[in-house]
């Protein structure tokens, strides 16, 4: 008798400020860890030793101001790099992958935020991917004043963070148009509505995912 091999999904997590990734991202992982699930959890950037060095030089305080080329390329170095030492031998072992952030955070916030132009992101995201896609992003949403808000009263605000709101309405909007875009691919999840309400859509996530596996 010849078993199914049991598909292993790439899930990336995205939000807008405020939107409590970090907390979803706890709950995400012990959920799939509860139902059995190998799975890697990771971030970006980051994620290996040199992309979290290019995080460090992303969020940090320099002298001297990032331009937004910069910036962009930075990110997609980082995602060479992540890619190349973590995401896909994780996906090539059966692993699943759970990622704090990935491409769509570019096109976010360095396309719709800082306003380069979403084909130029495109030419990166084909030369670094090639046809490497998450299978899943959960997108938390949330309006802007909210989520500015709750960052606030957590206070430590990195470089990005210290934005203007017009600039993260611009980057929640660009969210808003990729789900539509890409319908298959996007969970979004109310993320102004109560932790518990949130964590029971996340878990409503996981289970269609679980249960949909061989
Ligand atoms: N970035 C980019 O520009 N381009 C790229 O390609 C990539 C990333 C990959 C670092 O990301 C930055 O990199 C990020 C985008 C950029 N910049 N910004 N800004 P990060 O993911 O490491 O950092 P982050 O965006 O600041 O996420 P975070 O640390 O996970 O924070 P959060 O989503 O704002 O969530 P939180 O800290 O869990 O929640 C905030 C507060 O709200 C906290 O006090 C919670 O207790 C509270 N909270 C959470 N949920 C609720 C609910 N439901 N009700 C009430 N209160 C809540």
Request: hydrophobic share 45%; proline share 4%.
């Given at each position: 008798m010849q078993f199914e091999r049991k598909k292993n999904y790439f899930i990336t997590l995205e939000g807008t400020e405020g939107a409590g990734k970090s907390t979803a991202l706890k709950f995400l992982h012990?959920?799939?860890?509860?139902?059995?699930?190998?799975?890697?959890?990771?971030?970006?950037?980051?994620?290996?030793?040199?992309?979290?060095?290019?995080?460090?030089?992303?969020?940090?305080?320099?002298?001297?101001?990032?331009?937004?080329?910069?910036?962009?390329?930075?990110?997609?170095?980082?995602?060479?790099?992540?890619?190349?030492?973590?995401?896909?031998?994780?996906?090539?072992?059966?692993?699943?992958?759970?990622?704090?952030?990935?491409?769509?955070?570019?096109?976010?916030?360095?396309?719709?935020?800082?306003?380069?132009?979403?084909?130029?992101?495109?030419?990166?995201?084909?030369?670094?991917?090639?046809?490497?896609?998450?299978?899943?992003?959960?997108?938390?949403?949330?309006?802007?004043?909210?989520?500015?808000?709750?960052?606030?009263?957590?206070g430590n605000l990195d470089r990005i963070e210290t934005e203007q709101q017009a600039f993260f309405q611009r980057v929640r909007d660009c969210y808003l148009e990729r789900a539509k875009q890409f319908p298959n691919r996007f969970r979004i999840v109310d993320a102004s509505q109560s932790l518990a309400k949130v964590k029971e859509m996340l878990q409503g996530i996981i289970d269609e995912l679980v249960n949909s596996n061989p």
């Open positions: 012990s959920a799939l860890l509860k139902a059995e699930t190998p799975v890697v959890i990771t971030r970006e950037p980051g994620g290996t030793l040199i992309a979290e060095e290019i995080r460090a030089l992303l969020l940090g305080e320099h002298s001297e101001t990032m331009c937004s080329d910069t910036e962009l390329l930075l990110m997609f170095a980082g995602r060479a790099q992540h890619l190349t030492q973590l995401i896909r031998p994780a996906l090539a072992a059966g692993q699943w992958v759970l990622c704090d952030r990935f491409t769509d955070a570019s096109y976010a916030y360095q396309g719709g935020g800082r306003g380069i132009a979403e084909q130029r992101i495109a030419v990166l995201e084909s030369w670094v991917q090639q046809d490497l896609q998450p299978d899943i992003t959960i997108l938390l949403d949330l309006p802007v004043e909210m989520g500015l808000q709750r960052i606030i009263k957590r």
